[in-house]
């Protein structure tokens, strides 16, 4: 189901939506709608991205658990030179 919202964009916003609309042949409907679907991807991978990161976080302030730095930096040498191995836990 798709519904009907409007946005105010100043004339120069305008301007510059018919100028890349006329060079791409896209009409300005689907250019925001592009724009607004690229956003919300990026926005809701980032939240999710904090989210894992502060459940990392809890999950070691609860348990101590980590892996050394020697570990992965090991494995990461590891693997830029070819070799795949489990990864370190």
Not at 23 to 51: C, G, N, P, Q, V
Not at 72 to 82: K, Y
């Amino acid at each position: 189901m798709t519904t009907t919202h409007g946005i105010k964009l100043d004339a120069d916003i305008i301007a510059r939506l018919k100028a890349l609309g006329e060079a791409r042949d896209r009409s300005l409907h689907w250019l925001m709608k592009t724009a607004i679907l690229e956003y919300l991807e990026r926005e809701e991978a980032y939240e999710r991205m904090k989210r894992e990161d502060r459940e990392r976080w809890e999950h070691y302030q609860l348990t101590g658990e980590y892996v050394p730095h020697e570990k992965v930096a090991a494995w990461l040498n590891d693997v830029a030179s070819g070799k795949r191995g489990p990864c370190p836990r």
